[in-house]
């Protein structure tokens, strides 16, 4: 599988990412596939995050209950549990609606992107993927998150003449 950009070489990628230096935040990944974990987490250490690696729902539900991630990378495709079950899951829990959560998937059809995104997913990567747009989108996802959550109160509420 081909994770990579074309026409550059490791050396190009890594000294471009260099670049983008961010605070330590926490990125979940669920993908069953140890190689392409693996090189996510290789990739956004590189970029000063934190990153855990799940090959399964159970192993990142345990995970969840402990901590939560600043954002999550989910395949759809796992064993025993699929990734769109667990997004429903993840939004359905108020202490984990406003997590991030880009699918990271092989289902490359019009139907299974517009799926993951109705079904709330805040991004759609397809595989194979390049790592520095998968960091870009990840920076990108990370930085409208904490702009809502930096938000007052008062700045959330919508008023219509006398309506709030």
Same mark, same amino acid.
């Given at each position: 599988? !081909?994770?990579?950009?074309?026409?550059? &070489?490791?050396?190009?990628?890594? @000294?471009?990412?260099? &670049?983008?230096?961010? /605070?330590?935040?926490? +990125?979940? /990944?669920?993908?069953?596939?140890?190689?392409?974990?693996?090189?996510?987490?290789?990739? =956004? $250490?590189?970029?000063?995050?934190?990153?855990?690696?799940?090959? &399964? @729902?159970?192993?990142?539900?345990? %995970?969840?209950?402990? @901590?939560?991630?600043?954002?999550?990378?989910? !395949?759809?495709? =796992?064993?025993?549990? !699929?990734? =769109?079950? +667990?997004?429903?899951?993840?939004?359905?829990?108020?202490?984990?609606?406003?997590?991030? #959560?880009?699918?990271?998937?092989?289902?490359?059809?019009?139907?299974? #992107?517009?799926?993951?995104?109705? =079904?709330? %997913?805040?991004?759609? #990567?397809?595989?194979?993927?390049?790592?520095?747009?998968?960091?870009?989108?990840?920076? @990108?996802? +990370?930085?409208?998150?904490?702009?809502? +959550?930096? #938000? &007052? $109160?008062?700045?959330?509420?919508?008023?219509?003449? !006398?309506?709030?």
């Amino acid at each position: 599988m !081909d994770i990579s950009l074309p026409g550059f &070489s490791l050396f190009d990628i890594r @000294a471009y990412m260099s &670049s983008w230096r961010v /605070c330590m935040a926490l +990125i979940y /990944c669920v993908e069953d596939d140890e190689s392409i974990r693996e090189l996510v987490g290789y990739a =956004l $250490h590189g970029q000063g995050y934190k990153v855990e690696g799940f090959g &399964s @729902a159970e192993e990142f539900y345990r %995970a969840l209950k402990m @901590a939560a991630p600043d954002l999550v990378l989910l !395949d759809i495709m =796992l064993p025993g549990e !699929d990734g =769109l079950t +667990i997004l429903k899951k993840i939004r359905s829990r108020k202490e984990n609606e406003n997590i991030p #959560v880009i699918m990271m998937t092989a289902k490359t059809s019009e139907f299974d #992107v517009v799926r993951g995104l109705d =079904l709330g %997913a805040d991004d759609y #990567v397809t595989k194979p993927f390049s790592i520095i747009e998968l960091v870009a989108r990840i920076k @990108a996802n +990370i930085r409208r998150a904490t702009k809502y +959550i930096n #938000v &007052s $109160h008062e700045e959330k509420i919508i008023q219509i003449k !006398d309506l709030k």
